[in-house]
């Protein structure tokens, strides 16, 4: 049996974590898994695997002692294949490979950040990410947008290139609420570049109640200008308690094809989504597409009330059709086969 070792730079609860916890799982019964994060958190509470390497000086500045560390793990226990999710674990296991010719290394785009929060410095992190991507043995991208823009802005050879729509195990359905308001979701960290600032101000003045699941340093100032329409439930450990609600919102300045959305349309809600990254193409008639304003969000909730048992239907068929871990997860096995037996 192959040994795989999944490489994330935080064990927080997040969308990287949550697609690595999922990852593990399906690949317990094809590879020994191994994990490779900053500390007992999260992550490494809710997987299984045959061994941890915890080092918080993986989200530190450049280390070479941990490169150096991180390479003695994957000697140790004969690391055949490193699955990289996140910025500085797609760096050190890039670099890793430098030390480890053998082994082979997969880095997975869940939005690339070097183009949608590079500012004026953009143009040295693609090129940086072009460099990296030469070590790589492969890329794997989790949605069409990201594909096009490895392609077309960083320049990454094609041939190198993955795609494999986000999937996620759809979250189990429980009674819906009696409550007749209108409960609007919104799933995320309290934190740039989420834009929860956005729903709060666009629901002033609609019958409707906006809940926030999620923490962060932004949640003093967003509670500050909230009112009495707005509940913070804080951070819950592995929500899933979606069907609650009644319609989903995530508004982000940027994304690559959000899991918490996946989780929101496996349960039927409808969506509203910024029309940022990957977030089109989740949305075909179960939702609504809006740049970061008010005017737009505010409409965008109204139209969602106005079609919600449509939008409702569209979600569950869209998401059973095109991302549902259970029907699809050989896509993976498969894919880190292949890399392997190149």
Aim: hydrophobic residues 40%; proline residues 1%.
């Amino acid at each position: 049996m192959k040994n795989i070792l999944f490489i994330v730079t935080k064990s927080e609860n997040g969308g990287a974590q949550k697609w690595t916890k999922e990852q593990i799982e399906i690949c317990s019964s094809s590879f020994e898994c191994f994990l490779a994060t900053d500390k007992d958190d999260w992550l490494t509470k809710n997987v299984i695997v045959k061994k941890n390497f915890l080092d918080i000086l993986i989200y530190k500045r450049f280390s070479l002692k941990y490169l150096f560390k991180l390479s003695k793990f994957i000697q140790e226990n004969n690391i055949n294949i490193i699955i990289a999710s996140s910025a500085n674990a797609g760096i050190y296991a890039r670099l890793v490979k430098l030390l480890n010719p053998t082994v082979k290394v997969i880095y997975v785009s869940h939005g690339w950040s070097s183009i949608y929060n590079g500012g004026k410095l953009k143009f040295i992190y693609t090129f940086i990410e072009k460099l990296l991507s030469s070590l790589s043995d492969s890329i794997l991208t989790i949605s069409k947008k990201d594909y096009d823009n490895a392609k077309d802005i960083i320049g990454i050879n094609k041939n190198k290139i993955k795609w494999i729509t986000n999937k996620i195990y759809p979250m189990k359905n429980k009674q819906e609420s009696l409550n007749n308001k209108i409960k609007l979701l919104t799933v995320a960290r309290l934190a740039s570049p989420k834009r929860v600032d956005l729903l709060i101000e666009a629901i002033k003045d609609l019958d409707v109640e906006l809940h926030i699941v999620g923490d962060g340093i932004l949640r003093n100032s967003l509670e500050t200008m909230s009112h009495s329409k707005v509940f913070f439930h804080g951070e819950i450990d592995g929500f899933n308690d979606f069907s609650s609600y009644d319609i989903f919102a995530l508004i982000s300045d940027s994304e690559g094809l959000p899991l918490s959305a996946l989780e929101a349309m496996s349960v039927g809600l409808p969506m509203i989504l910024s029309d940022v990254g990957g977030c089109f193409e989740l949305i075909e008639d179960n939702g609504v597409l809006v740049n970061n304003c008010i005017d737009e969000i505010k409409n965008a909730i109204i139209q969602c009330i106005d079609n919600k048992q449509i939008f409702s239907e569209n979600s569950k068929i869209i998401f059973d059709k095109k991302f549902n871990l259970d029907k699809n997860k050989n896509q993976y096995i498969e894919y880190y086969t292949k890399v392997m037996g190149n």
